[in-house]
Protein backbone atom coordinates (compact mmCIF):
# COMPACT_ATOMS: atom_id res chain seq x y z
CA UNK A 1 0.00 0.00 0.00
CA UNK A 2 1.21 3.43 -0.91
CA UNK A 3 0.25 6.67 0.36
CA UNK A 4 0.95 9.93 -1.89
CA UNK A 5 -0.66 13.57 0.21
CA UNK A 6 -0.33 16.73 -1.23
CA UNK A 7 -0.83 20.07 0.57
CA UNK A 8 1.35 18.47 3.62
CA UNK A 9 3.78 19.73 5.32
CA UNK A 10 6.25 18.72 7.68
CA UNK A 11 5.61 21.39 10.40
CA UNK A 12 2.15 19.68 11.19
CA UNK A 13 0.80 16.78 9.03
CA UNK A 14 3.74 14.66 7.77
CA UNK A 15 4.94 13.15 10.90
CA UNK A 16 1.35 12.09 11.70
CA UNK A 17 0.85 10.30 8.40
CA UNK A 18 4.73 9.02 8.92
CA UNK A 19 3.62 7.51 12.53
CA UNK A 20 -0.03 6.47 11.29
CA UNK A 21 1.52 5.18 7.42
CA UNK A 22 4.06 2.91 9.63
CA UNK A 23 1.38 1.57 11.91
CA UNK A 24 -0.82 0.36 9.32
CA UNK A 25 2.06 -1.25 7.18
CA UNK A 26 1.51 1.66 4.22
CA UNK A 27 4.72 3.06 2.24
CA UNK A 28 4.06 7.29 2.79
CA UNK A 29 5.67 9.85 0.59
CA UNK A 30 4.66 13.95 0.23
CA UNK A 31 4.81 17.32 -0.76
CA UNK A 32 3.88 20.77 0.58
CA UNK A 33 2.32 21.31 -2.82
CA UNK A 34 -0.87 21.49 -4.15
CA UNK A 35 -2.68 19.10 -7.28
CA UNK A 36 -1.85 20.42 -10.19
CA UNK A 37 -1.25 18.46 -13.80
CA UNK A 38 2.54 19.98 -13.62
CA UNK A 39 2.90 17.94 -10.71
CA UNK A 40 0.52 15.12 -11.03
CA UNK A 41 3.67 12.39 -11.85
CA UNK A 42 4.57 12.57 -8.03
CA UNK A 43 2.29 10.30 -7.10
CA UNK A 44 2.98 7.57 -10.11
CA UNK A 45 3.02 4.69 -8.75
CA UNK A 46 0.97 5.08 -5.90
CA UNK A 47 -2.24 3.40 -5.19
CA UNK A 48 -3.79 6.58 -2.62
CA UNK A 49 -3.87 10.16 -3.26
CA UNK A 50 -4.96 12.42 0.03
CA UNK A 51 -5.66 16.02 -0.60
CA UNK A 52 -6.90 19.10 1.44
CA UNK A 53 -9.60 21.16 -0.28
CA UNK A 54 -8.15 22.91 -3.92
CA UNK A 55 -9.30 22.92 -7.13
CA UNK A 56 -8.96 19.42 -8.58
CA UNK A 57 -9.84 20.03 -12.55
CA UNK A 58 -11.66 16.90 -14.30
CA UNK A 59 -8.33 16.40 -16.45
CA UNK A 60 -6.06 16.04 -12.91
CA UNK A 61 -8.65 13.67 -11.92
CA UNK A 62 -8.43 12.04 -15.81
CA UNK A 63 -4.86 11.70 -15.18
CA UNK A 64 -5.29 9.67 -11.58
CA UNK A 65 -7.75 7.59 -13.05
CA UNK A 66 -4.88 6.62 -15.49
CA UNK A 67 -2.26 6.32 -13.56
CA UNK A 68 -4.34 3.58 -11.67
CA UNK A 69 -5.36 5.51 -8.63
CA UNK A 70 -7.31 3.24 -6.10
CA UNK A 71 -8.99 6.34 -3.96
CA UNK A 72 -8.59 9.78 -3.79
CA UNK A 73 -9.74 11.13 -0.30
CA UNK A 74 -9.94 14.38 1.01
CA UNK A 75 -8.64 14.13 4.28
CA UNK A 76 -11.45 17.02 5.50
CA UNK A 77 -15.33 16.67 6.31
CA UNK A 78 -15.91 18.86 3.08
CA UNK A 79 -15.85 17.70 -0.36
CA UNK A 80 -17.06 20.52 -3.01
CA UNK A 81 -13.71 21.09 -4.10
CA UNK A 82 -13.66 18.01 -6.35
CA UNK A 83 -16.48 16.96 -8.97
CA UNK A 84 -17.64 13.89 -7.19
CA UNK A 85 -20.04 12.68 -10.33
CA UNK A 86 -17.52 13.15 -12.64
CA UNK A 87 -14.79 11.00 -10.64
CA UNK A 88 -18.19 8.24 -10.42
CA UNK A 89 -18.26 8.64 -14.21
CA UNK A 90 -14.23 7.65 -14.88
CA UNK A 91 -14.58 5.01 -11.54
CA UNK A 92 -12.50 6.73 -9.86
CA UNK A 93 -13.75 6.09 -6.12
CA UNK A 94 -13.80 9.55 -3.86
CA UNK A 95 -13.79 9.48 0.23
CA UNK A 96 -13.85 12.03 2.68
CA UNK A 97 -13.74 12.12 6.86
CA UNK A 98 -15.18 12.91 9.94
CA UNK A 99 -13.23 14.24 12.96
CA UNK A 100 -14.00 15.02 16.49
CA UNK A 101 -15.95 18.20 16.31
CA UNK A 102 -14.97 19.82 19.83
CA UNK A 103 -12.26 21.79 18.50
CA UNK A 104 -14.61 23.17 15.99
CA UNK A 105 -17.52 23.81 18.34
CA UNK A 106 -14.98 25.40 20.70
CA UNK A 107 -13.85 27.96 17.97
CA UNK A 108 -17.27 28.34 16.78
CA UNK A 109 -18.07 29.19 20.32
CA UNK A 110 -14.81 31.59 20.51
CA UNK A 111 -16.10 33.73 17.74
CA UNK A 112 -19.38 34.03 18.98
CA UNK A 113 -18.59 35.04 22.07
CA UNK A 114 -15.86 37.51 20.43
CA UNK A 115 -18.68 38.71 18.16
CA UNK A 116 -20.96 39.47 20.95
CA UNK A 117 -18.46 41.76 22.74
CA UNK A 118 -17.28 43.85 19.64
CA UNK A 119 -13.89 42.42 19.51
CA UNK A 120 -13.29 43.06 15.67
CA UNK A 121 -13.73 47.17 16.67
CA UNK A 122 -12.09 46.74 19.66
CA UNK A 123 -8.88 45.13 18.29
CA UNK A 124 -9.07 47.67 15.37
CA UNK A 125 -9.01 50.40 17.88
CA UNK A 126 -6.46 49.60 20.03
CA UNK A 127 -3.74 49.08 16.79
CA UNK A 128 -4.38 52.94 16.37
CA UNK A 129 -3.99 53.51 20.16
CA UNK A 130 -7.45 54.71 20.60
CA UNK A 131 -8.80 53.23 24.05
CA UNK A 132 -12.36 55.07 23.71
CA UNK A 133 -15.56 53.05 24.41
CA UNK A 134 -18.08 54.86 22.69
CA UNK A 135 -20.12 52.16 19.85
CA UNK A 136 -18.10 48.88 22.18
CA UNK A 137 -21.02 48.00 24.42
CA UNK A 138 -21.09 44.66 24.40
CA UNK A 139 -24.00 41.83 25.17
CA UNK A 140 -23.83 38.84 27.42
CA UNK A 141 -24.52 35.05 25.57
CA UNK A 142 -26.67 34.11 28.71
CA UNK A 143 -28.51 37.04 27.89
CA UNK A 144 -28.82 36.74 24.20
CA UNK A 145 -31.19 34.27 21.85
CA UNK A 146 -28.58 32.23 19.42
CA UNK A 147 -29.62 29.97 17.04
CA UNK A 148 -28.04 27.25 14.92
CA UNK A 149 -28.90 26.17 11.67
CA UNK A 150 -27.25 22.36 10.95
CA UNK A 151 -27.56 20.17 13.86
CA UNK A 152 -25.39 18.02 12.55
CA UNK A 153 -21.86 16.78 14.91
CA UNK A 154 -20.60 20.06 15.27
CA UNK A 155 -23.72 21.55 15.16
CA UNK A 156 -24.81 19.97 18.23
CA UNK A 157 -21.47 20.62 20.07
CA UNK A 158 -21.93 23.82 19.46
CA UNK A 159 -25.55 24.14 21.31
CA UNK A 160 -24.05 21.54 23.82
CA UNK A 161 -21.44 24.49 25.11
CA UNK A 162 -23.56 27.51 24.47
CA UNK A 163 -26.14 25.85 27.33
CA UNK A 164 -23.70 26.49 29.50
CA UNK A 165 -24.21 30.45 29.39
CA UNK A 166 -28.02 29.63 29.92
CA UNK A 167 -28.99 32.03 27.04
CA UNK A 168 -31.83 30.86 24.60
CA UNK A 169 -31.14 28.55 21.49
CA UNK A 170 -33.04 27.81 18.57
CA UNK A 171 -32.03 25.35 16.22
CA UNK A 172 -33.45 24.22 12.40
CA UNK A 173 -31.95 21.22 11.02
CA UNK A 174 -33.53 18.66 8.03
CA UNK A 175 -34.81 16.79 10.51
CA UNK A 176 -35.69 16.68 14.74
CA UNK A 177 -32.41 16.00 16.59
CA UNK A 178 -32.97 14.18 20.18
CA UNK A 179 -29.70 15.45 21.31
CA UNK A 180 -30.24 18.70 19.94
CA UNK A 181 -33.32 18.98 21.88
CA UNK A 182 -31.40 18.43 24.78
CA UNK A 183 -30.28 22.04 24.64
CA UNK A 184 -32.45 24.42 22.04
CA UNK A 185 -35.73 24.33 20.77
CA UNK A 186 -36.12 23.12 17.14
CA UNK A 187 -37.74 25.82 14.84
CA UNK A 188 -38.44 26.65 11.03
CA UNK A 189 -35.61 28.46 9.87
CA UNK A 190 -37.59 31.74 9.19
CA UNK A 191 -38.31 31.60 12.66
CA UNK A 192 -34.49 31.29 13.94
CA UNK A 193 -33.53 34.09 11.35
CA UNK A 194 -36.29 36.67 12.70
CA UNK A 195 -35.53 35.86 16.47
CA UNK A 196 -31.94 35.55 16.96
CA UNK A 197 -29.00 37.97 18.12
CA UNK A 198 -26.79 35.30 16.68
CA UNK A 199 -26.62 32.91 13.91
CA UNK A 200 -24.33 30.50 13.31
CA UNK A 201 -24.00 28.31 10.24
CA UNK A 202 -23.07 24.16 10.52
CA UNK A 203 -23.86 23.02 7.28
CA UNK A 204 -22.11 21.28 4.47
CA UNK A 205 -22.08 23.02 1.19
CA UNK A 206 -24.09 21.53 -2.38
CA UNK A 207 -26.60 22.87 -4.51
CA UNK A 208 -29.40 23.35 -1.61
CA UNK A 209 -27.24 25.29 0.97
CA UNK A 210 -25.15 27.48 -1.63
CA UNK A 211 -26.39 30.94 -0.57
CA UNK A 212 -28.93 29.32 1.81
CA UNK A 213 -28.05 32.83 3.57
CA UNK A 214 -28.88 35.83 0.96
CA UNK A 215 -30.34 39.00 0.64
CA UNK A 216 -33.71 37.80 1.53
CA UNK A 217 -32.61 35.45 4.48
CA UNK A 218 -30.57 38.68 5.64
CA UNK A 219 -33.40 41.15 5.41
CA UNK A 220 -35.51 38.54 7.73
CA UNK A 221 -33.15 38.76 10.59
CA UNK A 222 -33.29 41.28 13.56
CA UNK A 223 -32.01 44.38 12.85
CA UNK A 224 -28.16 44.42 14.99
CA UNK A 225 -28.33 40.60 14.61
CA UNK A 226 -24.82 38.79 13.91
CA UNK A 227 -23.95 36.20 11.72
CA UNK A 228 -21.07 33.56 12.21
CA UNK A 229 -20.15 31.16 9.81
CA UNK A 230 -17.11 28.31 10.48
CA UNK A 231 -18.82 26.49 7.53
CA UNK A 232 -18.14 26.97 4.27
CA UNK A 233 -18.26 30.16 2.62
CA UNK A 234 -20.22 30.00 -0.12
CA UNK A 235 -23.42 29.63 2.37
CA UNK A 236 -23.36 33.14 2.01
CA UNK A 237 -24.39 35.49 -0.63
CA UNK A 238 -20.64 37.87 0.17
CA UNK A 239 -21.89 40.68 -1.74
CA UNK A 240 -25.16 40.43 0.16
CA UNK A 241 -23.73 40.48 3.72
CA UNK A 242 -21.44 43.28 3.02
CA UNK A 243 -24.10 45.34 2.10
CA UNK A 244 -26.03 44.48 5.51
CA UNK A 245 -23.09 44.91 6.88
CA UNK A 246 -22.24 48.76 5.45
CA UNK A 247 -25.79 49.44 5.86
CA UNK A 248 -26.19 48.59 9.20
CA UNK A 249 -28.95 46.16 9.03
CA UNK A 250 -25.96 43.31 10.61
CA UNK A 251 -24.83 44.45 13.09
CA UNK A 252 -21.45 42.04 12.70
CA UNK A 253 -19.99 38.87 11.49
CA UNK A 254 -17.67 36.72 12.38
CA UNK A 255 -16.23 34.48 9.40
CA UNK A 256 -13.52 31.74 8.79
CA UNK A 257 -14.89 30.49 5.71
CA UNK A 258 -15.36 32.93 2.55
CA UNK A 259 -16.60 32.36 -0.72
CA UNK A 260 -13.40 31.86 -3.41
CA UNK A 261 -10.69 31.27 -1.03
CA UNK A 262 -9.57 28.07 -2.40
CA UNK A 263 -6.42 29.04 -4.14
CA UNK A 264 -5.33 31.38 -1.60
CA UNK A 265 -5.73 30.04 1.96
CA UNK A 266 -2.80 28.03 3.79
CA UNK A 267 -0.48 29.91 0.84
CA UNK A 268 1.47 32.93 1.48
CA UNK A 269 -0.46 35.86 -0.50
CA UNK A 270 1.20 38.61 1.11
CA UNK A 271 3.05 40.10 -2.20
CA UNK A 272 -0.70 39.72 -3.53
CA UNK A 273 -3.52 42.83 -3.55
CA UNK A 274 -6.34 41.18 -2.26
CA UNK A 275 -8.31 44.43 -1.45
CA UNK A 276 -10.97 44.16 -4.13
CA UNK A 277 -11.25 40.42 -3.09
CA UNK A 278 -14.22 39.42 -0.39
CA UNK A 279 -10.87 38.45 1.97
CA UNK A 280 -9.84 42.12 1.45
CA UNK A 281 -13.28 43.80 1.75
CA UNK A 282 -14.34 42.24 4.90
CA UNK A 283 -11.30 42.09 6.59
CA UNK A 284 -11.53 46.24 5.79
CA UNK A 285 -14.62 46.07 8.16
CA UNK A 286 -14.32 46.86 11.78
CA UNK A 287 -17.67 45.07 12.28
CA UNK A 288 -16.26 42.00 10.93
CA UNK A 289 -13.47 39.33 12.81
CA UNK A 290 -11.85 37.48 9.99
CA UNK A 291 -10.34 34.61 9.99
CA UNK A 292 -8.44 32.17 7.51
CA UNK A 293 -10.33 29.21 7.56
CA UNK A 294 -8.43 28.13 10.95
CA UNK A 295 -11.37 25.86 12.96
CA UNK A 296 -10.57 22.49 11.81
CA UNK A 297 -6.68 23.36 12.72
CA UNK A 298 -5.99 21.79 15.86
CA UNK A 299 -4.48 18.35 17.23
CA UNK A 300 -7.19 16.14 18.17
CA UNK A 301 -8.73 17.08 14.58
CA UNK A 302 -5.30 16.65 12.72
CA UNK A 303 -4.97 13.07 13.78
CA UNK A 304 -8.28 12.18 13.19
CA UNK A 305 -8.46 13.47 9.82
CA UNK A 306 -5.21 11.62 8.88
CA UNK A 307 -5.47 8.30 10.24
CA UNK A 308 -9.91 8.13 9.04
CA UNK A 309 -8.13 8.78 5.69
CA UNK A 310 -5.27 5.79 5.69
CA UNK A 311 -7.79 3.40 7.45
CA UNK A 312 -10.14 4.51 4.32
CA UNK A 313 -7.70 3.51 1.73
CA UNK A 314 -6.23 0.74 3.55
CA UNK A 315 -10.25 -0.87 3.38
CA UNK A 316 -9.74 0.00 -0.24
CA UNK A 317 -6.50 -2.13 -0.64
CA UNK A 318 -8.58 -4.84 1.26
CA UNK A 319 -11.25 -4.64 -0.93
CA UNK A 320 -13.89 -3.98 1.72
CA UNK A 321 -16.19 -1.21 2.23
CA UNK A 322 -14.58 2.34 2.04
CA UNK A 323 -15.53 4.37 5.17
CA UNK A 324 -16.71 7.71 4.46
CA UNK A 325 -16.78 6.23 0.58
CA UNK A 326 -18.78 9.29 -1.40
Known amino acids: MKVFAYSCHEYDEAPI ?15 EDAPAMDNSDLAEGFDFISVLPCRIPRE ?22 IDVPYAHEIGLPVAHVTYDPSG ?17 EMHSRDMRNDFTLKGL ?3 EAGKSTIGIIGAGNIGKAVLRDLSGFGG ?3 YCNRSPSPEADRYAENVSMEELLAQCDVVSLHLEHNADTHHIIDADAIASMKDGAILVNTARGPLVDTEALISALEEGKLGGAAIDVVENEI ?9 RD ?23 YYETALCDMI ?20
Open 60 to 81: LLDRFRSMGIRLLCTRTIGYDH
Open 137 to 139: LGK
Open 168 to 170: RLL
Open 104 to 120: VAEYAVMMILMSLRKYG
Open 274 to 296: LSGHFIGRLRAMPNVIFMHHMGY
Open 307 to 326: SNSLRAMKAAYEGKDIPMRL
Open 263 to 271: GLYYNDCSD
Open 17 to 31: FRRYAEEMGMEFACT
